[in-house]
């Protein structure tokens, strides 16, 4: 018995041809450093983390070391623009990582990831106390332990029973040509 699932993705339009040549897309470093420019390094940091973090869940294959976001509705996906294409993608679930997009955010912005009210007021207060933020703990060698704290409260990223937010997206390893449904240019 398979258990599919639909998500949508925006892609560059240049895709479909490698999807037509090799069968299959994966993220490469090359495109991240293209879309990201002047904050590759930002990113790169984040997506190693993520990928160790995440393959712990879904395997993913030896070639792929960057995720692809995926829209979980076709309400959610991003609009299409000039030069991309809409991917319609029905593959299994077991494939698909799901996770908060405020707690993404929290990661990509070098924030505190909070169990709840009471921790989040507890971290407010600890930053309060040193006069700094969770940007300057990070990035800066002088606040080592929340630092840590920081790192460590990224692995609440996949942790249900604590939520920041609704929306909700999702990432998967790799585009199969097979698994596109419909594509929107």
Same mark, same amino acid.
């Given at each position: 018995?398979?258990?599919?699932?639909?998500?949508?993705?925006?892609?560059?339009?240049?895709?479909? #041809?490698?999807?037509?040549?090799?069968? =299959?897309?994966? !993220?490469?470093? /090359?495109?991240? /450093?293209?879309?990201?420019?002047?904050?590759?390094? *930002?990113?790169? +940091?984040?997506?190693?983390?993520?990928?160790?973090? !995440?393959?712990?869940? $879904?395997?993913?294959?030896?070639?792929?070391?960057?995720?692809?976001?995926?829209?979980?509705?076709?309400?959610?996906?991003?609009?299409?623009? /000039?030069? #991309? !294409?809409? *991917?319609?993608?029905?593959?299994?679930?077991?494939?698909?990582?799901?996770?908060?997009?405020? &707690?993404? +955010?929290?990661? $990509? #912005?070098?924030?505190?990831?909070?169990?709840?009210?009471?921790?989040? @007021?507890?971290?407010?207060?600890?930053?309060?106390?040193?006069?700094?933020?969770?940007?300057? !703990?990070?990035?800066? %060698?002088?606040? %080592? #332990?929340?630092?840590? &704290?920081?790192? @460590?409260? =990224?692995?609440?990223?996949?942790?249900?029973?604590?939520?920041?937010?609704?929306?909700?997206?999702?990432?998967?390893?790799?585009? =199969?040509?097979?698994?596109?449904? /419909?594509?929107? =240019?």
């Amino acid at each position: 018995m398979t258990n599919k699932i639909k998500v949508w993705t925006k892609q560059h339009a240049d895709i479909l #041809n490698v999807l037509n040549q090799t069968g =299959r897309y994966i !993220a490469k470093k /090359e495109y991240i /450093e293209q879309k990201m420019e002047d904050h590759t390094s *930002l990113y790169l +940091g984040v997506y190693d983390w993520y990928f160790h973090a !995440a393959s712990k869940l $879904v395997q993913p294959p030896a070639d792929v070391k960057y995720p692809i976001w995926v829209s979980l509705s076709q309400e959610e996906s991003i609009q299409n623009s /000039e030069g #991309n !294409a809409i *991917l319609e993608i029905e593959l299994e679930q077991d494939q698909l990582i799901i996770v908060d997009l405020l &707690k993404w +955010g929290n990661i $990509v #912005n070098y924030l505190y990831i909070p169990k709840d009210l009471e921790d989040q @007021k507890a971290h407010s207060e600890l930053l309060e106390q040193y006069g700094i933020d969770d940007c300057t !703990a990070f990035m800066t %060698p002088f606040y %080592p #332990n929340i630092k840590r &704290k920081i790192e @460590k409260s =990224r692995e609440r990223l996949f942790d249900d029973s604590s939520v920041l937010g609704e929306m909700k997206v999702g990432t998967i390893w790799e585009i =199969r040509k097979e698994w596109i449904t /419909e594509i929107t =240019r």
